[in-house]
């Protein structure tokens, strides 16, 4: 499975940015997907999660209700909806797949394939 994300960018806080991850090589249905992010010296962490049919996603506290997780089936795209981004939102965003967590994963190692990451920078 080859991941290319896309979307990132730079935007002044309370802005909204809308990240995509487009899956090819295995069929996109039989995949949960997630997003995870890298400070500069900080730790991969969490941010959202879904299911393989997309009727179930799961969000980090730091996100919840701010972002949105949304998956399109028919284009082989997932999408994350981030509204009122703050500076702590910095960060190198990754999507990953599961072909074994079917309902989507918080655990990194949960995720067998990995995007190349796209930088979203906001700025205060």
């Known amino acids: 499975v080859q991941l290319q994300a896309s979307g990132g960018g730079l935007v002044q806080a309370g802005d909204s940015l809308r990240l995509s991850c487009a899956a090819s090589?295995?069929?996109?249905?039989?995949?949960?997907l997630g997003w995870f992010r890298q400070a500069p010296g900080k730790e991969r962490e969490f941010v959202a999660s879904i299911n393989w049919s997309g009727g179930k996603t799961y969000y980090a506290d730091s996100v919840e209700g701010r972002f949105t997780f949304s998956r399109d089936n028919a284009k082989n795209t997932v999408y994350l909806q981030m509204n009122s981004l703050k500076p702590e939102d910095t960060a190198i965003y990754y999507c990953a797949a599961s072909r074994r967590y079917l309902s989507g994963s918080v655990y990194s190692g949960q995720y067998d394939y990995w995007g190349q990451g796209t930088l979203v920078t906001v700025s205060s």
């Open positions: 090589g295995r069929t996109f249905s039989n995949l949960a």
